[in-house]
């Protein structure tokens, strides 16, 4: 079975801070997803990647950046956590199109920026 | 991007009765996916319906999808408690590459 792991389940951290979440699959997949989810508004797509140091801006990148150095490892960087970034996070991953177009999700992770 | 719409925003039923949710999108699409979320949790994936495909079926499952309507409903038959979660469609537009874009969920309550 896919496993796709986040660093943290629960986070809480002060506007200002530098905050890293981290993603972990490990089924060699090309692509990885950050979204973020809140109420009402459904998964928005913050950053995706197709390869290593590959990077692509999704819908809502504004405050963020990634990372990916390695395959299997995709970073969401909030270089200045601030309280309107209080959300669930979530990560994804997934073969290129035309070999499978499911995205397998970790398990999320709770942001509270006070 | 354009997103998804899904309708009832939240839904109760009993045990037993079946559930339907409906999905709207916009644009051209690949397919249509449907994503089940527990509480807190990560997604699921439910299971995939094509662009040139109508009806799938997968378990108590039933997507149906009408492209010319860019419309889709997801029929949970015979539901348990245990079903009980939020349920998302996803679609991956024609021009978007891998990407999916998600609704904003209906929530499924069902009553023991």
């Known amino acids: 079975d896919v496993k796709v792991t986040q660093s943290s389940r629960y986070l809480v951290k002060r506007t200002g801070e530098k905050v890293f979440l981290e993603c972990v699959q490990d089924?060699?997949?090309?692509?990885m997803f950050w979204y973020r989810q809140d109420p009402g508004l459904g998964l928005r797509l913050i950053y995706f990647?197709?390869?290593?140091?590959?990077?692509e801006k999704g819908d809502i990148p504004e405050g963020y950046s990634v990372s990916r150095e390695k395959k299997e490892r995709f970073s969401l960087i909030l270089e200045s956590a601030s309280t309107n970034q209080t959300s669930m996070y979530l990560c994804?991953?997934?073969?290129?199109?035309?070999?499978?177009?499911?995205?397998?999700f970790g398990p999320g992770t709770r942001l509270t920026v006070l | 991007s354009q997103q998804g719409e899904e309708d009832p925003q939240a839904l109760s039923i009993q045990e037993g009765e079946n559930a339907t949710m409906n999905c709207s999108y916009k644009?051209?699409?690949?397919?249509l996916q449907w994503y089940r979320q527990n509480s807190g949790r990560g997604l699921v994936h439910l299971i995939l319906?094509?662009?040139?495909?109508r009806e799938k079926h997968s378990g108590r499952l039933r997507v149906t999808l009408d492209t010319s309507k860019k419309s889709s409903s997801l029929l949970i038959t015979a539901s348990r408690a245990a079903d009980t979660a939020s349920y998302f469609c996803?679609?991956?537009?024609?021009?978007?590459?891998?990407?999916?874009?998600f609704g904003t969920g209906t929530r499924l309550a069902v009553r023991p």
């Open positions: 994804a991953s997934s073969f290129p199109g035309g070999l499978s177009d499911t995205q397998y």
């Open positions: 089924m060699d997949h090309e692509n």
């Open positions: 990647s197709y390869d290593v140091k590959m990077k």
């Open positions: 644009t051209s699409i690949n397919n």
């Open positions: 319906i094509r662009s040139n495909e």
């Open positions: 996803a679609t991956e537009e024609k021009s978007s590459g891998d990407k999916l874009t």
